[in-house]
């Protein structure tokens, strides 16, 4: 039997959440992302759920059954580290060595300061990422 996720898209205003983001440097880097994301995607941010920004969003649906909707590009202020989401599989060794600072884990990248990361770097990674969620084989932008 399917299951399906019951994290949803918000009314919560994106600009609100981010600008009362209490660490300063994840509110810069989250002010940041806003900007970068919005450029390499086109669209204009939604709020997941109470704590991830996203843009676009994609259908997945895994082997076992489950299935859903998420943002074909997003991140996450959190506490330790912005989280990075990169739905779309493209972490390569050679551009994580250019981009300076940073740990991965399954489909996100924690990045602790943008200031001390290759910003150009970044934005290639991500736009790949959001290519291949929207590009007709990963799920549709919307």
């Known amino acids: 039997m399917a299951t399906t996720q019951t994290t ?9 959440f981010v ?4 660490h300063p440097v994840r509110r810069r880097d989250a002010e940041t992302l806003l900007t970068l994301l919005g450029r390499i995607t086109g669209l204009a941010p939604r709020m997941y759920g109470a704590s991830i920004v996203g843009f676009g969003e994609y259908h997945y649906r895994y082997a076992s059954g489950r299935e859903g909707h998420a943002p074909a590009a ?6 330790a580290a912005t989280v990075v989401y990169l739905n779309g599989g493209v972490l390569d060794d050679a551009d994580l060595a250019r981009l300076g600072p940073h ?7 924690y990045l602790k300061d943008l200031a001390k990361v290759d910003l ?15 590009s007709g084989t990963g799920g549709a932008a919307s």
């Open 120 to 134: 150009a770097v970044l934005e290639e990674i991500l736009a790949r990422s959001f290519a291949a969620l929207t």
């Open 19 to 22: 600008a009362a983001v209490g």
């Open 103 to 109: 740990t991965t884990g399954v489909g996100c990248l």
């Open 74 to 79: 997003g991140f996450s202020p959190r506490k």
């Open 8 to 16: 949803t898209w918000t009314d919560a205003d994106p600009h609100a």
